[in-house]
């Protein structure tokens, strides 16, 4: 009886060095592709599509918009309209009032969200450059939360110049219209985009939601309880400088008789939002995910 004979060991795979590579003798079957911003915002795109939320979200936000708006041009359609002369777009700034909490909510949750669940590690591993993430990140969210509130804000100022035609209101002007419509879509996707950072940097949901939501009503709340007249000026500052009613100065209907006039609302965010990404993107190059 003859013994058996020893298995030999499979061959090892001959493997090729690939021009240039620091590991010799190794050639990956996967094509190597130099990445850059649009495969970033590629996946953001995904991501934010496809998560429940975000549509919920957003349907609220069209919800509160077209049925605040609709339903306050019908009371006063069916009223005695005090619109002498007043222009109708400015009915439509009730519904963007409560609908910019939803965008507040999702900007925060953009961010905060991938801190809470983890997913912040996997999108690092697939690209390291932290950068680029948050880049991506506030592109996709701006033009989404822009082109949702721009068609919502468009219906809603249609809507009203259709009901309140004939009735001593006023036929808008072409400015008025840019800001009644594109102004206050600018605004508001700016408001959800300072969320954002504040999301990247607090890094926790509930919390930069609390910052925010607070940061759109205190200062009219407390400017309200202000009765003191040694605080005039402080209270007047805070008056004029609330998101209340910088967003009312986009319908040229103020609620105060100073502070911000036209575009400026837009131009205060925007360095608001500017700074606040500063400060996200030098936190997020220093912490650890």
Known sequence: MSSPHPQMPPAAPTWEAAPGSSYPGYTS???????????????????IRSVRSTMWTLGVFVLLVIGIGTLTGVVVANSDPALS???????????????????????????????????????MVACPSRSRVLAAKGIVF?????????????????????????????????????????GISAYVALLGLLSLAVGSIIRHSAGAITIMIGAVLAPLVIALFMFSESLRDVRDALFEYSIPNQLSVFYSNSLSQSGPSGWDPLWIILAATAAAFAAAFALLEKRDV
């Open 29 to 47: 079957p996967i094509p190597v592709v130099r990445t850059h911003l649009g495969h970033a915002i590629a996946s953001e795109w995904t991501k």
């Open 85 to 123: 002369g007043e222009s109708p777009l400015g009915l439509g700034f009730f519904g963007l009032l409560l609908g910019s909490m939803c965008i507040i909510t999702l900007g925060v949750l953009t961010t905060a969200s991938e801190y809470g669940t983890g997913m912040v590690r996997t999108t």
């Open 142 to 182: 701006f033009l989404v939360a822009f082109v949702v509130t721009l068609v919502s804000a468009s219906l809603v100022a249609f809507l009203h110049v259709a009901m309140l035609e004939g009735q001593g209101a006023k036929d808008p002007s072409g400015g008025e219209w840019l800001r009644g419509t594109v």
